[in-house]
């Protein structure tokens, strides 16, 4: 790759890192996870940048090999996940409502297959159209469509089974103190007996 090639990468990487990076938090959960997600497409990008013709379009060049990569990661993960009744808590930050949502949000996108979660952030959070969204993902315009309606349906699935589920939490019954049995020793038992004798 020529010097000019180089700088030209750079100063792309440098300008546009921080919308990528949101790109890739959207795509992985962990913050760590979403950086190393970045780094491994921006590495596998470095090598084919000067057969991108249009500069303009490097986003969404990058958002599909970092959609690729998270797919290939989910494919190659361990199977030892157990799956349990109880997900567990998101954490919160700051503590505050928008946080929450989004934390819960990503919690839930979590149900979803790396194709549905990909259709989803591509379409409600990156904002592009079913075209561009097609165009990034390699399929056609009418299986978007029909890959976001089944997420969003499952989407709304996981909500309202957790809504009952903590509504089920907040109507159960707060389980009763176990009752310790008081030892009392000899001769506590014997001043007892005498108290009462007198």
């Given at each position: 790759m020529a010097q000019?090639?180089?700088?030209?990468?750079?100063?792309?990487?440098?300008?546009?890192?921080?919308?990528?990076?949101?790109?890739?938090?959207?795509l992985v959960p962990?913050?760590?996870?979403?950086?190393?997600?970045?780094?491994t497409a921006l590495a596998r990008t470095?090598?084919?940048w000067d057969g991108i013709a249009d500069k303009s379009l490097a986003d969404a060049y990058l958002r599909r090999v970092m959609i690729n990569t998270r797919t290939e990661w989910w494919r190659a993960r361990?199977?030892?996940?157990?799956?349990?009744e109880q997900l567990p808590d998101a954490s919160v930050d700051d503590g505050s409502e928008q946080r929450a949502d989004?934390?819960?949000l990503m919690d839930v996108l979590g149900v979803l297959a790396p194709k549905q979660r990909s259709v989803v952030?591509?379409?409600?959070?990156?904002?592009?159209?079913?075209?561009e969204t097609a165009a990034a993902l390699g399929m056609s315009a009418g299986t978007v469509k029909s890959t976001l309606h089944r997420a969003l349906a499952r989407l709304r699935q996981e909500l309202e089974a957790r809504?009952?589920?903590?509504?089920?939490?907040?109507?159960?019954?707060?389980?009763?103190?176990?009752r310790i049995p008081v030892q009392r020793g000899r001769r506590h038992d014997?001043?007892?007996?005498?108290?009462?004798?007198?």
């Open positions: 000019g090639q180089v700088l030209e990468f750079e100063e792309y990487v440098r300008t546009r890192q921080d919308a990528l990076l949101r790109s890739a938090r959207r962990d913050p760590v996870d979403a950086q190393d997600l970045l780094q470095f090598g084919r361990k199977l030892d996940e157990v799956p349990t989004r934390a819960l952030v591509l379409r409600h959070w990156e904002q592009m159209s079913t075209e809504a009952a589920r903590s509504r089920e939490a907040e109507q159960a019954p707060a389980p009763l103190p176990a014997e001043r007892e007996r005498e108290r009462c004798a007198a």
